[in-house]
Every structure is written in structure tokens, then in C-alpha cells.
T-cell receptor, first 116, second 111 residues
Framework: NAGVTQTPKFQVLKTGQSMTLQCAQDMNHEYMSWYRQDPGMGLRLIHYSVGAGITDQGEVPNGYNVSRSTTEDFPLRLLSAAPSQTSVYFC???????????????FGPGTRLTVL | RKEVEQDPGPFNVPEGATVAFNCTYSNSASQSFFWYRQDCRKEPKLLMSVYSSGNEDGRFTAQLNRASQYISLLIRDSKLSDSATYLCVVTPNSGNTPLVFGKGTRLSVIA
């Protein structure tokens, strides 16, 4: 298994540009989520999904959209990039939403995004 | 009071030392507790779950104190490879409530 994969690893955008961060997992996990990590702020939840077709907002959803059309993929879209979105973005997944979000979270390697 | 609070450190300890981290949580209904480890510029990885009765994994011991609403992580005989940031993680309620991560405690083990 590849686990959780994220692309790209690095990205530089100009203010106002849009882009999609890709996340995929091959473990048949129901639960997937996106976090951003900034110095001194820890991990903050952006959006999450408990299964295909179901998404919900986390702590910091503004400026981001998600969709979950398949179990495997959970892309994160930046609608109009702003310098405040400069961060490291982590995608994570875990096995069972039915058991609650108590299973081990598996994280992807992260995408380092800079918005100029 | 923040949901999950940790001392950010850094904790600088010599090899072989014993070091302990605490983490407090505000929601008394919290159900599940974990310690994750994050190496510099890497993704977090599960270190261990924390059970009510306490649990041990080699040099690592995790304990939960529900009355005082804190969890702890004890590392014995510290190794250079233990240098990392340790994240306290709490599930506020049962069901599909997302995890809440602490900001992490940075540990540097020095030769």
C-alpha cells in the first residue's frame, strides 16, 4: 500500500490564483481530513469527510473547498489564494467513521504552499 | 481555556535522561486520547494511544487522569532519536467528532 499520498510536495502561487491540492489513500479508509500547520499554531482542521459524498467544515474552512466523490480521493481547492494561506497542508485518513474518529490517523507527507 | 494545551518547550535533555510531558484538555466528555510524534518537516505519526489504566510501550509510558483532565507521556532513557515534537490529541466526544490536536511539545535530546 502507498498509504496516504499528496501532490504536489511544494507549490508557489501568486495572490488570487486557484489550485487544487490532491490527496489519495489506498487503504479503503472512510474518514479523510485536511489540516494546515503553521508555526506556533499547531494543526488546524480545515475540512473533513466521513465517507464518499459527505463533507463537513472544520475549524478554519474559509477560502477552501472540498469534495469526496470517491472513497480514495479528497482534493482541497484554494479558490483565490491569499498570503495568509501560506502553510504546510496535511491530508489524513483513518479506517472507520462508524467507530468514531478514534482510529489511528495516517497522514500524508504534506504540501508546502507559499502564496506571494 | 483552550481545548488541548501543552507546554511548547523546548525540553533539552541529555541522553539517558527521563523526561515527562503533560497535556491538559478542557472537555470532560472527551473519549479518546493519543500521543503523536512529529519529526522536523515530516508528517505526524501515532506514537501511542492512552488508556484509562495507563499503558507502556518500551521506554514510553502514557497515563490519563480524568479527574484532573490531563494526560502525560514519560520517556525513559532518552535517545537522540527521540528528538521530535510530541502532539497530544483528544477526541472530544464519541462518534464522528474530529480530533483536536495540541500545539505540541518540542524535545531535543543532546549527546
Amino acid at each position: 500500500n502507498a498509504g496516504v499520498t499528496q501532490t504536489p510536495k511544494f507549490q508557489v502561487l501568486k495572490t488570487g490564483q486557484s489550485m487544487t491540492l490532491q490527496c489519495a489513500q489506498d487503504m479503503n479508509h472512510e474518514y479523510m481530513s485536511w489540516y494546515r500547520q503553521d508555526p506556533g499554531m499547531g494543526l488546524r482542521l480545515i475540512h473533513y469527510s466521513v465517507g464518499a459524498g459527505i463533507t463537513d467544515q472544520g475549524e478554519v474552512p474559509n477560502g477552501y473547498n472540498v469534495s469526496r466523490s470517491t472513497t480514495e480521493d479528497f482534493p482541497l481547492r484554494l479558490l483565490s489564494a491569499a498570503p495568509s494561506q501560506t502553510s504546510v497542508y496535511f491530508c489524513a485518513s483513518s479506517y472507520s467513521a462508524a467507530r468514531g474518529i478514534t482510529d489511528t490517523q495516517y497522514f500524508g507527507p504534506g504540501t508546502r504552499l507559499t502564496v506571494l | 481555556r483552550k481545548e488541548v494545551e501543552q507546554d511548547p518547550g523546548p525540553f533539552n535533555v541529555p541522553e539517558g535522561a527521563t523526561v515527562a510531558f503533560n497535556c491538559t484538555y478542557s472537555n470532560s466528555a472527551s473519549q479518546s486520547f493519543f500521543w503523536y510524534r512529529q519529526d522536523c518537516r515530516k508528517e505526524p505519526k501515532l506514537l501511542m494511544s492512552v488508556y484509562s489504566s495507563g499503558n507502556e510501550d518500551g521506554r514510553f509510558t502514557a497515563q490519563l487522569n480524568r479527574a484532573s483532565q490531563y494526560i502525560s507521556l514519560l520517556i525513559r532513557d532518552s535517545k537522540l532519536s527521540d528528538s521530535a515534537t510530541y502532539l497530544c490529541v483528544v477526541t472530544p466526544n464519541s462518534g464522528n467528532t474530529p480530533l483536536v490536536f495540541g500545539k505540541g511539545t518540542r524535545l531535543s535530546v543532546i549527546a
